[in-house]
């Protein structure tokens, strides 16, 4: 059986001589992901994944900071700067009703509620209150669509489709 593997995060740097690296996150769920105890997979390159296990978690700025047990030493997780940390499928959590891994809504495609094709979903944004989904157009700039109850009408994973409603100046270029 194949393993689907998702991003959790890139590590950038190590921070100060205990083995601690920097990490900026790809996930929603950061304090879950990186609870001590968890199991993470670090890949570097062509070689095959190494399994390791949370010791600790802090933030510090816009990075998540994590130790893992056995690797207590800066020179034991130098080699790990610019790997990515990753987990296989069997390790994501089932979501409430209306919330969705980006790798679910990533590759949809926008429609309006009249059926014509905006485009696909090519990036989402996390900037606070409500994330904004990035939509590819065929012709012209992207649009950004927030994702929001008024806007956003069904999110169909299965068929890959959104069908959003349009509000006034959403689409304006």
Same mark, same amino acid.
């Given at each position: 059986m194949v393993v689907k593997w998702f991003n959790v995060g890139k590590i950038v740097n190590t921070h100060g001589i205990r083995g601690e690296v920097r990490v900026i996150s790809r996930t929603d769920f950061a304090q879950e992901r990186y609870k001590i105890g968890n199991v993470l997979y670090i890949f570097m390159g062509s070689e095959p994944p190494i399994e390791v296990k949370v010791a600790s978690h802090r933030v510090h700025k816009s990075f998540?900071?994590? +130790?893992?047990?056995?690797?207590?030493?800066?020179?034991?997780?130098?080699?790990?700067?610019?790997?990515?940390?990753?987990?296989?499928?069997?390790?994501?959590?089932?979501?409430?009703?209306?919330?969705?891994?980006?790798?679910?809504?990533?590759?949809? +495609?926008?429609? +309006?509620?009249?059926?014509?094709?905006?485009?696909?979903?090519?990036?989402?944004?996390?900037?606070?209150?409500?994330?904004?989904?990035?939509?590819?157009?065929?012709?012209?700039?992207?649009?950004?669509?927030?994702?929001? +109850?008024?806007?956003?009408?069904?999110?169909?994973?299965?068929?890959?489709t959104i069908t959003i409603h349009v509000m006034e100046g959403l689409l304006d270029e």
């Amino acid at each position: 059986m194949v393993v689907k593997w998702f991003n959790v995060g890139k590590i950038v740097n190590t921070h100060g001589i205990r083995g601690e690296v920097r990490v900026i996150s790809r996930t929603d769920f950061a304090q879950e992901r990186y609870k001590i105890g968890n199991v993470l997979y670090i890949f570097m390159g062509s070689e095959p994944p190494i399994e390791v296990k949370v010791a600790s978690h802090r933030v510090h700025k816009s990075f998540d900071l994590l +130790t893992f047990e056995g690797y207590d030493n800066i020179n034991l997780v130098e080699k790990f700067k610019g790997a990515m940390i990753k987990v296989p499928e069997s390790q994501l959590q089932p979501l409430d009703e209306g919330e969705y891994y980006f790798h679910e809504i990533i590759g949809c +495609t926008v429609v +309006t509620e009249d059926g014509e094709t905006i485009g696909e979903v090519k990036e989402i944004l996390t900037p606070g209150a409500n994330d904004v989904w990035v939509v590819k157009r065929k012709k012209g700039g992207d649009v950004f669509i927030p994702y929001i +109850t008024d806007v956003v009408k069904q999110v169909d994973v299965e068929n890959k489709t959104i069908t959003i409603h349009v509000m006034e100046g959403l689409l304006d270029e």
